[in-house]
Nanobody, 112 residues
Framework: QVQLVEYGGGLVQAGGSLRLSCAAS??????MGWYRQAPGKQRELVAI??????NYAEAVKGRFTISRDNAKNTVYLQMNSLKPEDTAIYYC?????????WGHGTQVTVSS
């Protein structure tokens, strides 16, 4: 059974930093990333990494960094210079061979 488990959400003041991590078990996933969903909004891509390449949403470029540890099958999201508009539930995402996997989500709240 494939599971994605996120860690690291919480409450932080604007300008602060948080680091999210997501560990995959049950399968080695090549494409992993992060999406987020704010109240009343659609889920949106934050950052994704696949085969050594990375892509970021324009809103987070220069502030967020995605990385992974292949040996641990874990992906990280370092979030710096956080803004109140970054407040959302952050979901870990995995894709392999036509199957999509989601974590349960972790809340990130940025206070002004």
């Amino acid at each position: 059974q494939v599971q994605l488990v996120e860690y690291g959400g919480g409450l932080v003041q604007a300008g602060g930093s948080l680091r999210l991590s997501c560990a995959a078990s049950g399968i080695s996933i090549n494409t992993m990333g992060w999406y987020r969903q704010a109240p009343g909004k659609q889920r949106e891509l934050v950052a994704i990494t696949s085969g050594g390449s990375t892509n970021y949403a324009e809103a987070v470029k220069g502030r967020f960094t995605i990385s992974r540890d292949n040996a641990k099958n874990t992906v990280y999201l370092q979030m710096n210079s956080l803004k109140p508009e970054d407040t959302a539930i952050y979901y870990c995402y995995g894709y392999k061979l036509g199957s999509v996997y989601w974590g349960h989500g972790t809340q990130v709240t940025v206070s002004s």
